[in-house]
């Protein structure tokens, strides 16, 4: 999965950096690296266990602490 990749799951799910980080249970910045282009400095491949979570994610598994809509219960 390449940084274009990642942005666009990220966008489809409707989350942000730091909600797709706590579900991938890094830090936010680590979601900012995989999301740049690879001639940044800072630019990391995302781990094989993030693609297989975000993948899972795009085809409907919902975990518990999913963030909530706004407004939602």
């Known amino acids: 999965m390449n940084h274009t990749e990642v942005r666009a799951a ?3 799910l409707g989350l ?3 909600e797709l980080a706590k579900l991938l249970d890094v830090g936010t910045q680590t979601v900012t690296r995989m999301e740049s282009t690879p001639d940044r400095s800072k630019h990391r491949l995302p781990a094989v266990r993030m ?3 975000i993948r899972a994610y ?3 598994h919902r975990p518990a602490d999913w ?3 706004e ?3």
């Open 51 to 53: 693609v297989r979570l």
């Open 67 to 69: 963030p909530k809509e």
């Open 10 to 12: 990220r966008l489809a």
């Open 58 to 60: 795009l085809d409907g």
């Open 16 to 18: 942000t950096p730091a």
């Open 71 to 73: 407004g939602k219960a």
